[in-house]
T-cell receptor, first 112, second 113 residues
Framework: EAAVTQSPRNKVTVTGGNVTLSCRQTNSHNYMYWYRQDTGHGLRLIHYSYGAGNLQIGDVPDGYKATRTTQEDFFLLLELASPSQTSLYFC???????????FGAGTRLSVL | GEQVEQLPSILRVQEGSSASINCTYENSASNYFPWYKQEPGENPKLIIDIRSNMERKQTQGLIVLLDKKAKRFSLHITDTQPGDSAMYFCAAGATSSGQKLVFGQGTILKVYL
């Protein structure tokens, strides 16, 4: 089964703080995604990537940057965190678009 | 936009009965429709999917139906068990949209004895 590892698992920061969420997948998948999960909204796509150096804008990108440094590693950056970004963040990968997404365990972020 | 609407948001059924979740989508180019199950404190996992060249697919106690004309698809869980209690998400994806999936809002299914 695909392995997707997220870190940290929990993070608390203050408004205006700088946060980086990390994701690593070890199954040679080309596609990686960042989603946020909020009650009443389901899973919403923030950014995604087709491969190292590639970045695609998702449906809720405002306030977020992302970088895909290698095929394995995908980072989500919040440079000026706001309380509205308090959420559960999931990273996922797939071997090709339109195929199974494998999700990480999630990172719970609280912005105070 | 590319929205996926999912209903109901909460579904309570008695053990042994069936449960149905319905989703509608906007993008007529959508051609891939997966369903994910998320147990409390866990990550979402794929349970079944259907592509646009099919109208019905069944695996174990799960049935998915797709009506492309109505832009509607649904998940039916037969003979529900307490282990089926979870959050369920539908999603829709289109090759023309860069293969990204748009998820519904989720349905909390509670199976009671």
């Amino acid at each position: 089964e695909a392995a997707v590892t997220q870190s940290p698992r929990n993070k608390v920061t203050v408004t205006g703080g700088n946060v980086t969420l990390s994701c690593r997948q070890t199954n040679s998948h080309n596609y990686m995604y960042w989603y946020r999960q909020d009650t009443g909204h389901g899973l919403r796509l923030i950014h995604y990537s087709y491969g190292a150096g590639n970045l695609q804008i998702g449906d809720v990108p405002d306030g977020y940057k992302a970088t895909r440094t290698t095929q394995e590693d995908f980072f989500l950056l919040l440079e000026l965190a706001s309380p509205s970004q308090t959420s559960l963040y999931f990273c996922a990968s797939s071997d090709a678009g339109g195929n199974t997404l494998y999700f990480g365990a999630g990172t719970r972020l609280s912005v105070l | 936009g590319e929205q996926v609407e999912q209903l109901p948001s909460i579904l309570r059924v008695q053990e042994g009965s069936s449960a149905s979740i319905n989703c509608t989508y906007e993008n007529s180019a959508s051609n891939y429709f997966p369903w994910y199950k998320q147990e409390p404190g866990e990550n979402p996992k794929l349970i079944i999917d259907i592509r646009s060249n099919m109208e019905r697919k069944q695996t174990q106690g799960l049935i998915v139906l797709l009506d492309k004309k109505a832009k509607r698809f649904s998940l039916h869980i037969t003979d529900t068990q307490p282990g089926d209690s979870a959050m369920y998400f539908c999603a829709a994806g289109a090759t023309s949209s860069g293969q990204k999936l748009v998820f519904g809002q989720g349905t909390i299914l509670k199976v009671y004895l």
